[in-house]
């Protein structure tokens, strides 16, 4: 079974400012997906960014990019210039790469706020 | 493409009523997905399919039924709905091991 742990509940960041949202995984696959979603209070679930667990590179989608540490089984996102829209709920999750269901694990969860 | 749409938005149910919740996607996607989310537990996985006519169980599966008789719909059924199944509840679609796409939820309260 695949778990996913968001040790922060909460975070804050100065508008402007970068900041840093943690994850930690754990999975027996070797190929794996791992992603980020933003919920704002629409309740939207949005793909913030995916990263494949083959792929060294760590990807970046313009203010967003991620440290990917295979070994530490650590993905965590990193916001850069932070703006007030970036105020939401973060959710890691990780998806069995070859396997027939993709099924997503999810973790709790992180609130980041944004002062302006 | 509207993408994934799910009905009702809203619905106030009580205790051992039962409904269906709509879930509908225009991206030809194989694999649809039922979550639950609750304050501080994330979104955990309710059933899921893979395909028109399969089903199967997720993490808690336990006082729903789902259906998936056309390719773009999948169904979820609560019998005799209880107070602990008040959540936000998510329908999701995907190709296959790539991202899945929301629909914007549905909140339902039993009382």
């Known amino acids: 079974a695949q778990t996913v742990t968001q040790s922060q509940p909460e975070m804050s960041v100065q508008e402007a400012e970068t900041v840093t949202l943690s994850c930690t995984y754990d999975?027996?696959?070797?190929?794996?997906?791992l992603f980020w979603y933003k919920q704002p209070p629409s309740r939207q679930m949005i793909l913030v960014i995916r990263q494949e667990a083959y792929k060294q590179q760590n990807a970046t989608e313009n203010r967003f990019s991620v440290n990917f540490q295979k070994a530490a089984k650590s993905f965590s996102l990193k916001i850069s210039d932070s703006q007030l829209g970036d105020a939401a709920m973060y959710f890691c999750a990780i998806s069995d790469y070859t396997g027939a269901n993709s099924k997503l694990t999810f973790g709790k969860g992180i609130t980041l706020s944004v002062r302006p | 493409n509207a993408g994934v749409t799910q009905t009702p938005k809203f619905r106030v149910l009580k205790t051992g009523q039962s409904m269906t919740l709509l879930c509908a996607q225009d991206?030809?996607?194989?694999?649809m997905y039922w979550y639950r989310q609750d304050p501080g537990m994330g979104l955990r996985l309710i059933h899921y399919?893979?395909?028109?006519?399969?089903?199967a169980k997720g993490e808690v599966p336990d006082g729903y039924n789902v259906s998936r008789l056309k390719k773009q719909n999948f169904l979820l059924g609560l019998e005799s709905a209880a107070p602990s199944q008040t959540s936000v509840y998510f329908c999701?679609?995907?190709?296959?091991?790539?991202?899945?796409?929301f629909g914007p939820g549905t909140r339902l309260t039993v009382l």
């Open positions: 991206m030809n996607h194989e694999y």
């Open positions: 999701a679609s995907t190709p296959r091991n790539n991202e899945q796409f």
């Open positions: 999975t027996s696959e070797s190929d794996y997906y």
């Open positions: 399919s893979v395909g028109e006519g399969t089903t």
